[in-house]
């Protein structure tokens, strides 16, 4: 059983950064790829990043390549993704997910992953 906890949300303006961080506070997340997703009120969940076991392959949804970055800290049992260059339209509660088998397959497919944080809200004012 892993149990994830999100931290660093908050209310920033268009153009800041911001940075989030995902603990496991119960097992460990060594062994699973790691991904953020995101929900907007009245909205899906969608996803955000994702990154494998080792930290060294990641994939981002088109809305934010090149202003996300995902990594991962295996010593420390720690998720993070990095945020500059906010927009209005990044407003969501953020959620840390962990996915024991992903391997190949699609990351970005919201049912692989088994354990979810609680979420932390980001809100970008215009």
């Known amino acids: 059983q892993v149990q994830l906890v999100e931290s660093g949300g908050g209310l920033v303006q268009t153009g800041d950064s911001l940075s989030l961080s995902c603990a496991a506070t119960?097992?460990?997340?060594?062994?699973?790829?790691m991904a953020w997703f995101r929900q907007a009120p009245g909205l899906g969940r969608e996803f955000v990043a994702a990154i494998n076991v080792n930290g060294d392959r990641q994939d981002y949804a088109d809305s934010v390549k090149g202003r996300f970055t995902i990594s991962r800290d295996n010593a420390k049992n720690t998720g993070n993704l990095q945020m500059t260059r906010l927009k209005p339209g990044d407003t969501a509660e953020y959620y840390c997910a962990a996915c024991a088998w992903c391997g190949s397959a699609d990351w970005r497919t919201r049912s692989l992953y088994t354990y979810w944080g609680q979420g932390t809200q980001v809100t970008v004012s215009s």
């Open positions: 119960s097992g460990t997340v060594r062994g699973y790829t």
